[in-house]
């Protein structure tokens, strides 16, 4: 069975602070893909990245950037310099590999309540 | 350019009420899904459909029925509402194909239950 922890339900940060959200999974599959969503207030679901699990590049985009460690099943996501924009749940998921039923559907984090304080 | 379309976006409904909410896309994807959302729960997998005609129950089925009779449709049924079942639901889609698993998300309905 597949998981992801999302251990932090919220978190707090003044405009121009870096904040990193933690991500861990938990999958049996050898092949498998991880994602981060974000959800602004208005509600709609934002997807920000994919990454699979042979690639443990991390990966920057402006200021968004991603850690993933296989050796401790994490996909961490840091924003640098906040914005009040950044504000959102940010879900963390997962998508089943080569021993899932063929769905590939996504497994999804509780989310992290990211709110950027002016 | 529409991708992920969902029906309605707001509805309300009385306990024992029946409704339809209707999922549609023009990406030509195989796979859909059907998932709520509710606070501190994150999404969860109602039905999911991997291709026209076949339908599959996913993490919390009970109490909803789909069907998928066009490729570019995806129906989310509730047969007699109960309050547990205000939520909000999300439709996905994407590619057949593992290397394109990026899904796409409608705008969402909020569906309240009194």
């Known amino acids: 069975a597949q998981k992801v922890t999302q251990a932090q339900t919220e978190i707090s940060v003044v405009e121009k602070e870096d904040v990193t959200l933690d991500c861990v999974y938990e999958?049996?599959?050898?092949?498998?893909?991880l994602f981060w969503y974000k959800q602004p207030p208005s509600g709609e679901l934002v997807f920000l990245i994919r990454?699979?699990?042979?690639?443990?590049q991390n990966e920057i985009s402006g200021r968004y950037s991603w850690n993933f460690q296989k050796s401790t099943s994490s996909f961490n996501f840091t924003i640098t310099a906040s914005q009040v924009v950044d504000s959102a749940v940010y879900f963390c998921?997962?998508?089943?590999?080569?021993?899932?039923?063929?769905?590939?559907?996504?497994?999804f984090g509780k989310g992290t309540k990211l709110s950027v304080i002016p | 350019n529409a991708g992920v379309t969902q029906t309605p976006k707001f509805r309300v409904l009385k306990t024992g009420q029946s409704m339809t909410l209707l999922c549609a896309q023009d990406?030509?994807?195989?796979?859909m899904y059907w998932y709520r959302q509710d606070p501190g729960m994150g999404l969860r997998l109602i039905h999911y459909s991997v291709g026209e005609g076949t339908t599959a129950k996913g993490e919390v089925p009970d109490g909803y029925n789909v069907s998928r009779l066009k490729k570019q449709n995806f129906l989310l049924g509730l047969e007699s509402a109960a309050p547990s079942q205000t939520s909000v639901y999300f439709c996905?889609?994407?590619?057949?194909?593992?290397?394109?698993?990026?899904?796409?998300f409608g705008q969402g309905t909020r569906l309240t239950v009194v």
């Open positions: 990454r699979n699990s042979f690639d443990e």
């Open positions: 996905a889609s994407k590619w057949a194909s593992f290397m394109n698993t990026e899904a796409f």
């Open positions: 990406m030509n994807h195989e796979y």
């Open positions: 999958t049996r599959d050898t092949t498998y893909y």
């Open positions: 998921a997962l998508s089943e590999g080569d021993s899932g039923a063929g769905s590939y559907q996504l497994t």
